[in-house]
């Protein structure tokens, strides 16, 4: 059975920074994307970054130079740092995964797992 726990979410002011964390199981790590997306009360889910299985990383355009995504396969955990956070950051984070087709990073129907999600709110 696959199972993503995100971690990490919690109350920051603006400017601030958080690192959230996911843990997986119940499969091949190393050969799944892992992708965060967010989404908020009345709205779709959106994307925020993805890592390939080797390393290659995909951004939302208003993510890119204050996000950067890692992943520990040793560790079967993939990370969003995030800085400079902004109130319109404020969401629930989800992390998911998808077996690697070189495709697809961006739509969240292409993942087949997902977490439980983590808040992130950030105050103004």
């Known amino acids: 059975q696959v199972q993503l726990v995100e971690s990490g979410g919690e109350l920051v002011q603006a400017g601030g920074s958080l690192k959230l964390s996911c843990a997986a199981s119940g499969l091949t790590f190393r050969n799944y994307a892992m992708g965060w997306f967010r989404q908020t009360s009345g709205k779709e889910r959106e994307f925020v970054a993805a890592i390939s299985w080797n390393g290659g990383t995909y951004f939302a355009d208003s993510m890119k130079g204050r996000f950067t995504i890692s992943r520990d396969n040793a560790k079967n955990t993939v990370y969003l740092q995030m800085n400079s956070l902004k109130p319109e950051d404020t969401a629930v984070y989800y992390c998911?995964?998808?077996?690697?087709?070189?495709?697809?990073?961006?739509?969240?129907?292409?993942?087949?797992?997902w977490g439980q999600g983590t808040q992130v709110t950030v105050s103004s």
């Open positions: 998911a995964s998808k077996w690697d087709t070189n495709r697809g990073y961006s739509d969240a129907e292409q993942y087949s797992y």
